[in-house]
């Protein structure tokens, strides 16, 4: 009989509202009968927490961060003190305090995969997790992996300690592959794996034929990407502006929340907004659940994401598996996912005169959002379907 695999599987703040993405592939390790031991940091705000699972997935998940100084005592004998000198004295007091914080959590980590049997984590985060699980290893805890979804500054200091240490690596696009192979030639793991994001295209489908925006009508557009300056909401919103401007009727409902639960860049949105005109024309619609986004997504007549520094896109996947015609950036490796006039459009970041100029001629274009509504669907089913990043995993983990 085949021993059961279980696999430690930490994601920070989960669930977050930008999570979805981890839950599919949660379910698809299970349905291919690995047992997935959720670890997280800690949770994230209430706020953003807006999923009809978020409940379900915190009563399944071990928080490694809260304080604990007797945990981080225990761990004192075996700490490898020189190599975290090195790396403090390279990163500087935000690397000593990421040290200091993760210690006592890597304490907590190796107690709970000695007691549950587990042999191996993978943490889908370059961050302070992935230092959390490199400390532990280095102290005899499990082995671990680490998955890069976005740009290597972005994820603080001590990379190359987190990745030399590390099984395996995986980057959501060929494009950070490269990235990471020419920035960390010498410290990177034997093996470093393209794990695509994906999507349930099953319940991320169309409920009917796409149906472009009719003459007169006024334009649906959707957006879905929490409300932060790297994703470009003021450029969309100033092409929305544009388009009310040449007379064309609009209305841009927006899906996600700042990372403070509503407090933060939101106040700046909705000053924008105001001072722009746009109240009668946009809705900002907050953390909402993936059924609502789904439903938003198959409502509107044209899915568009204006982001300024995008790894790919879970939201333009969405939209494009559910047939919605998709505008995204010509950034990081969005080019990956939609093929510019072939599976969607793609308009320089930062420029909303060009975006607004390629919303407009899609939607005077009927039969090309047509043919891009069906080309967008095909090109997820084929290629980004959410059992491939599931797939990935369990052939480098277990062969």
Known sequence: MTPPRTLGY???????QTHIFFWREIAELEK???TVDLLSTRPPPTGIMAHDWSQAAIARTT????????????????????????EARQGGAMMLKDIAVSI???????????????????????GRAALVAAIAQAMGGPRYSLSLHGL???????????WRHAAFATTVTETLRRAVEAEMPGDLPGSVYVQPMGVDTDVL???????PVAKGERLRLFCCGRLNVIKGH??????????????????????????????????????????????????????????????????????????????????????????IPTIG??????????????????????????????????????ARAQRLSKAGRQRIVEGFHSGRGAEVLIRAIWG
């Open 10 to 16: 930490l994601v920070p703040q989960f669930p977050g």
């Open 32 to 34: 291919r009968g690995i």
């Open 63 to 86: 928080y490694l961060g809260r304080a604990d100084v007797l945990a981080g005592l225990a761990a004192l004998p075996r700490l490898p003190f020189g190599a975290l000198l090195t």
């Open 104 to 126: 006592p959590a890597a304490q907590r980590l190796i107690r709970h995969c000695r007691a549950r049997g587990i042999g191996h984590v993978h943490v889908h985060s370059c």
């Open 152 to 162: 290597l500054a972005d994820y603080g200091p001590g990379q190359p300690f987190k």
């Open 205 to 211: 489908a169309p409920d009917g034929a796409y149906m």
């Open 234 to 323: 003021v450029h969309l919103l100033a092409a929305t502006r544009t388009l009310i401007d040449a007379g064309r009727p609009v209305a841009l409902r927006i899906a996600g929340e700042d990372d403070a639960g509503g407090s933060g860049y939101r106040r700046v949105l909705e000053a924008r907004i105001a001072e722009l005109g746009l109240a009668d024309s946009v809705t900002l619609l907050g953390a909402i659940d993936a059924d609502k986004v789904r439903d938003e997504i198959r409502r509107a007549h044209l899915f568009v994401l204006a982001s300024l520094q995008e790894a790919i896109g879970v939201a333009l996947m969405e939209a494009m598996s559910c047939a």
């Open 329 to 366: 950036t010509r950034t990081g490796g969005v080019a990956e996912l939609i093929r510019d006039g072939q599976d969607g459009l793609l308009v320089p970041p930062g420029d909303p005169g060009a975006l607004a100029s390629a919303i407009a001629a899609l939607a005077d274009d009927p």
